[in-house]
């Protein structure tokens, strides 16, 4: 259920009940929601939710005249990646500074990337996606800036690859840089970075590392791979929740800190970028 606030008081009606659609639990449920930019004036909305075999829905609502709720018949679904496994479903959607809709899309789940989705550049599992809803509504579009748009050995989708669970994901409004918290496996969670400049195909490792470590091997070639800006162990806490950079008015020591917290432990760091 999506709801509304205004005033600190909850409206009645939800914007968005998608009981009929999806069942929560583990890490499946209703993941991520974005919403346009002029959302007011156009006033429809991108989800993504597991539907009921579990796979990855990504949707798009119309809101009705009052724009405070939505008719779920008005349901288009854009696209649906197949989950093989119930965890790792990513699950974040925004819009980026180039208005193009993002999507962290974790390698499909088990432990370790058995089938090495993370990895393989035909495979939207274990990706950062980019496409373009905005232009044709009710369908999408490939990019023509996307790295592999033209590329007859890679999804077209693929923004970026290597990601074991982008559970959260942000914009810095400041800049437009990308940063991206991946979830680790066991000994490992990991914090990337994406500046504004880039033209996308980063590959961030997984599952050939897990943060700035080989996986399973005491040695690997790193060629090729853009390493994390930040990592902790377990000893800070278990799983990364991807936050924001402060860019607000209340505490002007914050501005430009990237701030992200543990699920398991609680604590919640920051992070500036100084130069290069």
């Known amino acids: 259920i999506i709801r509304i606030y205004k005033g600190g008081v909850m409206v009645a009606a939800p914007l968005l009940d998608d009981h009929s659609r999806t069942r929560g639990g ?14 007011a004036q156009k006033q429809h909305f991108y989800v993504n939710y597991t539907d009921l075999n579990g796979h990855t829905v990504i949707a798009r609502y119309r809101a009705g005249p009052n724009a405070d709720t939505a008719d779920p018949s008005t349901e288009q679904i854009l696209l649906r990646i197949e989950q093989p496994y119930a965890n790792h479903n990513g ?13 962290g899309m974790g390698d499909g789940g088990s432990g370790g ?3 090495n989705r993370a990895q393989n550049p035909r495979e939207r599992l274990g990706k950062m996606l980019r496409i373009d809803v905005e232009s044709a509504p009710g369908t999408f579009q490939i990019p023509p800036s996307n790295p592999f748009a033209a590329s007859a050995t890679h999804d077209p989708a693929i923004w970026a690859l ?13 800049t437009g840089d990308l940063w991206i918290a991946d979830v680790g496996q066991n000994q490992y969670e990991e914090i990337n970075f994406q500046p504004a ?3 996308g195909g980063e590959n961030y490792g997984w599952n050939i590392m897990e943060g700035m470590h080989c996986f399973r091997t005491g040695t690997c070639s790193q060629q090729g791979l853009t390493l994390p ?5 377990r000893g800070d806490g278990c799983s990364v929740t991807g936050g924001f950079v402060y860019r607000g008015s209340a505490f002007p ?14 604590r919640i760091w920051g992070i500036r970028r100084e130069g290069s």
Do not use: H, K, M
Not at 162 to 174: C, E, T, V
Not at 253 to 266: A, E, H, P, V
């Open 253 to 266: 020591g914050l501005r430009g800190t990237y701030l992200y917290g543990d699920y398991c432990s609680g």
């Open 162 to 174: 290597g990601l074991r669970n982008p559970w959260r994901f942000s914009f810095d409004r400041g």
């Open 229 to 233: 800006v930040a990592e902790y162990g």
């Open 113 to 115: 990337d058995p089938q």
């Open 26 to 39: 583990g890490e499946r449920g209703l993941l991520g929601l974005a919403f346009p930019p002029d959302y």
């Open 91 to 103: 699950g974040q959607l925004r819009f980026g500074p180039d208005g193009y809709l993002y999507i």
């Open 197 to 199: 400049s880039s033209r």
